[in-house]
């Protein structure tokens, strides 16, 4: 009874995070541009936090990258298969593809929203680790709702969109929290 509750408590707080305080939180960054990026870290931050909470392990669990992971000077194509990388590991796409193998897991590469969408409808998982960066993610978790997903987001040395990269260990901290 009383872990029902807590679920059902859970379940609340994060539909209230995605639907009412992140339109809120964006709305306010469209005046305080300066902190648009660190509301969308808290809004990630705390949804992830939830998610956790709500115990969820699954096997069909999806594994989604952003494009701008793979270097620019790769030309190999893997946004249809990403088992196309040759896994020469000048990007993270190589232990991203380790890491998803050992685990048994479908990785996929999105290149835009409706890519994502289409993934989601197509592959129908109960759970998603999902990198992108902050705006994207934020954006993509709260489209998604009530389908739990965990963000991890990219680091941009070069700037956005363009060889970014993520840690390979939040990564598997993510999946491992899906995992049973
Ligand atoms: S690991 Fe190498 S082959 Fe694979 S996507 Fe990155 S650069 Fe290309």
Same mark, same amino acid.
């Given at each position: 009874?009383?872990?029902?509750?807590?679920?059902?408590?859970?379940?609340?707080?994060?539909?209230?995070?995605?639907?009412?305080? /992140?339109?809120?939180?964006?709305?306010?960054?469209?005046?305080?541009?300066?902190?648009?990026?660190?509301?969308?870290?808290?809004?990630?931050?705390?949804?992830?936090?939830?998610?956790?909470?709500? +115990?969820?392990?699954?096997?069909?669990?999806?594994?989604?990258?952003?494009?701008?992971?793979?270097?620019?000077?790769?030309?190999?194509?893997?946004?249809?298969?990403?088992?196309?990388?040759?896994?020469?590991?000048?990007?993270?796409?190589?232990?991203?593809?380790?890491?998803? %193998?050992?685990?048994?897991?479908?990785? /996929?590469?999105?290149?835009?929203?409706?890519?994502?969408?289409?993934?989601?409808?197509?592959?129908?998982?109960?759970?998603?680790?999902?990198?992108?960066?902050?705006?994207?993610?934020?954006? +993509?978790?709260?489209?998604?709702?009530?389908?739990?997903?965990?963000?991890?987001?990219? %680091?941009?040395?070069?700037?956005?969109? /363009?060889?970014?990269?993520?840690?390979?260990?939040?990564?598997?901290?993510?999946?491992?929290?899906?995992?049973?």
């Amino acid at each position: 009874m009383w872990v029902k509750l807590k679920i059902l408590w859970i379940r609340f707080l994060r539909a209230f995070t995605l639907k009412i305080l /992140y339109p809120f939180l964006m709305l306010l960054g469209a005046f305080i541009k300066s902190k648009k990026e660190s509301f969308q870290d808290f809004i990630i931050n705390l949804n992830n936090k939830l998610v956790k909470k709500l +115990g969820i392990k699954t096997s069909k669990l999806l594994i989604m990258l952003p494009h701008c992971l793979q270097i620019d000077k790769c030309d190999i194509r893997i946004t249809n298969d990403i088992n196309n990388c040759k896994r020469c590991g000048r990007c993270n796409v190589k232990d991203l593809i380790t890491v998803a %193998e050992e685990c048994n897991l479908k990785l /996929y590469v999105a290149t835009g929203g409706s890519i994502a969408r289409k993934l989601v409808k197509d592959i129908r998982p109960d759970a998603i680790v999902a990198v992108a960066c902050q705006r994207d993610l934020s954006s +993509g978790i709260a489209d998604s709702h009530p389908l739990p997903v965990i963000g991890v987001h990219n %680091e941009r040395p070069f700037g956005p969109c /363009y060889n970014t990269k993520v840690s390979v260990e939040k990564v598997q901290e993510a999946i491992r929290a899906f995992i049973q």
